[in-house]
């Protein structure tokens, strides 16, 4: 039985669609916080577990039987990398022979401007050192949360951030979880590291000239400094905690810890990742 954490969440719901074509239901766990939520996964004959990374006791229940677990990274919680310590003593406790954990693809630990990021690399060091089997999945940024950087008004506004020329590869969330999916469903469990990224890298200007294409509008980006941000993003009523953490996602873009790349994801998925146009044409609707 393979168990996947953060199942009722983007990632894991679309992981579950490509194992479910691979392997049969039964073979398929899925921890989930609120049963409600995983109705469409129980249909399918996914098996059920309860549980929050915050409740050990629950954690050890959800582990029976189970020889591989996908740990999902959680949310923005302050004790988030004694979440995921949580389910990587869970399983050791078990008996799992494989853990498996959506780590994050950057290019140096020392100088990372984020410091969501540096749970990443702390939990990779603690599966690491648990002795288990392990597989890391370092996934690129997200080319989803380009809708969010962007905003919904993209094509009125233009582009103003602070990523200066910084590249990044993005990679669209369902390639992501697709080759995820693909990885899981085989029996392959000899410790490695993939790095899901796209084949090429992409700037802002790029993006712009992208969205320009997409939508027949012509759409500037505009690098500011970080405090033009704040006060232009203040202005909007951009809420502080989620200007901060735009200023620290846009610091590393600008500082090239996005910019990695790798034939990883190619080889797993056997054709090429959605490319910048792609992505954006499917992702703003145009
Ligand atoms: N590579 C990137 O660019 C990028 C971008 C954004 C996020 N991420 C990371 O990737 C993860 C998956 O992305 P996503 O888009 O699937 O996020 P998502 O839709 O928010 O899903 C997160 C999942 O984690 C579960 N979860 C959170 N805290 C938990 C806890 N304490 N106990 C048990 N389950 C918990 C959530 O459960 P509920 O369904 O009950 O809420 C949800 O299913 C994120 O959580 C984040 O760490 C990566």
Same mark, same amino acid.
Do not use: W
């Given at each position: 039985?393979?168990?996947?954490?953060?199942?009722?969440?983007?990632?894991?719901?679309?992981?579950?669609?490509?194992?479910?074509?691979?392997?049969?239901?039964? +073979? =398929?766990?899925?921890?989930?916080?609120?049963?409600?939520?995983?109705?469409?996964?129980?249909?399918? /004959?996914?098996?059920?577990?309860? #549980?929050?990374?915050?409740?050990?006791?629950?954690?050890?229940?959800?582990?029976?039987?189970?020889?591989?677990?996908?740990?999902?990274?959680?949310?923005? *919680?302050? !004790?988030?990398?004694?979440?995921?310590?949580?389910?990587?003593?869970?399983?050791?406790?078990? #008996?799992?022979? @494989?853990?498996?954990?959506?780590?994050?693809?950057?290019?140096?630990?020392?100088?990372? *401007?984020?410091?969501?990021?540096? +749970?990443?690399?702390?939990?990779?060091?603690?599966?690491?050192?648990?002795?288990?089997?392990? =597989?890391?999945?370092?996934?690129?940024?997200?080319?989803?949360?380009?809708?969010?950087?962007?905003?919904? !008004?993209?094509? *009125?506004? /233009?582009?103003?951030?602070?990523a200066g020329e910084g590249e990044v590869s993005y990679v669209l969330r369902s390639d992501q979880a697709?080759?995820?999916?693909?990885?899981?469903?085989?029996?392959? @469990?000899?410790?490695?590291?993939?790095?899901?990224?796209?084949?090429?890298?992409?700037?802002?200007?790029?993006?712009?000239?992208?969205?320009?294409?997409?939508?027949?509008?012509? =759409?500037?980006?505009?690098?500011?400094?970080p405090g033009t941000f704040q006060n232009k993003a203040k202005e909007l009523g951009m809420a502080d905690?989620?200007?901060?953490?735009?200023? *620290?996602?846009?610091?590393? =873009?600008?500082?090239?810890?996005?910019?990695t790349v790798s034939d990883d994801l190619e080889k797993i998925l056997e054709r090429k990742p959605a490319?910048?146009?792609?992505?954006?044409?499917?992702?703003? !609707?145009?």
């Amino acid at each position: 039985m393979i168990l996947i954490t953060g199942a009722t969440g983007n990632l894991g719901s679309k992981i579950i669609e490509t194992m479910l074509v691979r392997i049969p239901a039964d +073979r =398929i766990a899925a921890l989930v916080r609120d049963e409600h939520k995983a109705a469409h996964l129980k249909e399918k /004959g996914v098996n059920i577990r309860l #549980g929050d990374y915050d409740d050990p006791e629950a954690l050890d229940k959800a582990m029976i039987g189970v020889e591989k677990v996908l740990l999902v990274s959680g949310g923005r *919680a302050v !004790n988030g990398l004694e979440q995921h310590q949580n389910v990587v003593d869970a399983a050791k406790k078990a #008996g799992v022979k @494989c853990i498996a954990y959506t780590s994050r693809c950057l290019t140096d630990r020392t100088t990372v *401007a984020n410091d969501l990021m540096k +749970r990443h690399f702390d939990t990779e060091d603690y599966i690491m050192a648990s002795g288990l089997n392990y =597989i890391l999945f370092r996934n690129i940024l997200y080319m989803d949360t380009l809708t969010i950087f962007l905003g919904k !008004n993209v094509l *009125a506004t /233009g582009i103003y951030l602070p990523a200066g020329e910084g590249e990044v590869s993005y990679v669209l969330r369902s390639d992501q979880a697709e080759a995820i999916g693909h990885v899981l469903a085989s029996d392959d @469990c000899n410790s490695r590291v993939y790095q899901f990224t796209n084949s090429q890298t992409y700037s802002f200007y790029d993006v712009a000239k992208a969205l320009s294409q997409l939508s027949g509008k012509e =759409i500037f980006y505009t690098p500011v400094d970080p405090g033009t941000f704040q006060n232009k993003a203040k202005e909007l009523g951009m809420a502080d905690f989620a200007v901060g953490m735009a200023i *620290a996602f846009m610091t590393d =873009i600008k500082n090239g810890q996005e910019a990695t790349v790798s034939d990883d994801l190619e080889k797993i998925l056997e054709r090429k990742p959605a490319t910048l146009t792609e992505g954006l044409k499917l992702l703003f !609707n145009l």
